[in-house]
């Protein structure tokens, strides 16, 4: 029986689908001593897939994942319905009875991936052994987003051999991080903590100069906007608020230890104007520099 599908025409803007012939499959992934373990037949994105709608009442010859990353669907997988919400995924085995699709009020947004192989079946129970409503809860993470974007961009490109190869291994790495989420995520939290602590390290040796929000996110190879999130997650400010506590605590030790003039030290923590130095002590430290030089100065 086919595939019953309704959507949209014009399918859904933004959309990724990439369906390897059936003679690469065939010749190559079903015989190499590497694909041949696991391998992907079809692969796509469908970002807020309003009417998107599969039934499929024998099933197909291929396990299938999808991974919802925003808005709701909801499955029927042989006689068990569910619903899917952000953060979720489905793992429907092959041979399966199934249908599926999106909401009609809030559609899904999802990453889906079919795949064959010797060992398939064995991932796909080992997937729902924890999960026997088909659908384990998957927290966001940015870095299993780059390995499907890494998996989709090549096949792209081709079918090379080494193409082949290359993206289903990287396959099994996006496997294992369905399958093992905790040691997956803390992966990616000693990364963030490294990217953060070298961030904080260069904020110090650059306290006396004047740099930018744009600068650090270069520094942590981030975009602004991850960089900002991230860093303020880990420590409670923004970079830019985190890099004059710096200033301020570094106006303190002069304060205690030097003689030197409010308007030197400003200089010298990269900020022109004694000023507006002098209001960004006061406004975190809840007194002016002056009067804390005269109860904690050290030097006679």
Same mark, same amino acid.
């Given at each position: ?68 990353? *925003? ?19 489905? /793992?429907?085995? /092959? ?35 924890? /999960? ?9 993470? /940015? ?77 942590? *190879? ?21 890099? *004059? ?56």
């Amino acid at each position: 029986m086919k595939d019953k599908a309704v959507r949209k025409r014009e399918g859904f803007e933004g959309q990724r689908l990439i369906v390897l012939p059936r003679k690469i499959q065939n010749e190559f992934l079903v015989n190499d001593p590497i694909t041949q373990q696991v391998y992907i037949t079809d692969i796509g994105y469908y970002p807020k897939a309003r009417f998107h709608h599969v039934e499929r009442a024998q099933g197909i010859s291929q396990h299938i994942i999808i991974y919802c990353i *925003n808005g709701h669907g909801w499955a029927e997988i042989g006689k068990k319905k569910i619903e899917v919400a952000p953060s979720q995924f489905m /793992a429907i085995p /092959a041979h399966t009875p199934h249908r599926y699709g999106s909401d009609a009020d809030d559609p899904w947004t999802i990453y889906w991936i079919h795949f064959k192989g010797q060992i398939s079946q064995y991932i796909v129970d080992l997937i729902l052994k924890n /999960a026997p409503n088909y659908k384990p809860t998957l927290a966001y993470n /940015a870095n299993r987003i780059k390995l499907f974007d890494e998996i989709y961009d090549n096949l792209e490109k081709g079918y090379s051999d080494d193409t082949l190869k290359y993206v289903n291994m990287t396959f099994q790495h996006f496997l294992s991080s369905l399958l093992y989420e905790d040691k997956f995520n803390n992966q990616e939290a000693e990364r963030e903590n490294h990217v953060v602590e070298q961030t904080i390290e260069l904020m110090q040796k650059r306290v006396g100069e004047v740099v930018s929000l744009n600068e650090f996110a270069d520094f942590a *190879n981030l975009s602004v906007s991850h960089f900002s999130v991230l860093f303020r997650n880990k420590t409670g400010y923004s970079p830019i608020e985190y890099f *004059n506590h710096l200033k301020i605590q570094k106006a303190c030790q002069y304060l205690t230890f030097t003689r030197m003039s409010i308007k030197e030290m400003a200089i010298l923590l990269g900020i022109e104007d004694q000023y507006y130095f002098s209001r960004m002590f006061a406004k975190l430290m809840d007194i002016p520099p002056t009067e804390y030089r005269k109860r904690n100065q050290l030097v006679p």
